[in-house]
């Protein structure tokens, strides 16, 4: 089991940035591929990015590419997402999650689950 809590939310205006950060506790971080969600009020959950065990592979949805930056510290149990030039389509709680199988854009294949921080920017 993987526990995972966000934290870092908030309110910004457009064209600010914000760091996402997610600790885990529980078994072995760094066996795990690590990434982030989101979903805004009345839509879908998507795929923001995500990280492999190792932090040698991303991968981002075509929306957050070249503005988000997803990282980890394995020594510090810690995955982080730097967003940059945020607009108000960024509104969302993002959600941490993790899996002990190959990472990827699809929520069905991570098992745990953050509660979410909520991110509003504001025009």
């Known amino acids: 089991q993987v526990q995972l809590v966000e934290s870092g939310g908030g309110l910004v205006q457009a064209g600010g940035s914000l760091r996402l950060s997610c600790t885990a506790s529980g078994r072995t971080f760094s066996g795990y591929a690590v990434g982030w969600f989101r979903q805004a009020l009345g839509k879908e959950r998507e795929f923001v990015a995500a990280?492999?065990?190792?932090?040698?592979?991303?991968s981002y949805a075509d929306s957050t590419k070249g503005r988000f930056t997803i990282s980890r510290d394995n020594a510090k149990n810690t995955l982080y997402l730097q967003m940059n030039r945020l607009k108000p389509e960024d509104t969302a709680v993002y959600y941490c999650v993790a899996t002990a199988i190959r990472g990827s854009a699809s929520q069905a294949d991570y098992s745990y689950w953050g509660q979410g921080t909520q991110v509003t920017v504001s025009s």
């Open positions: 990280i492999g065990w190792n932090g040698g592979a991303t």
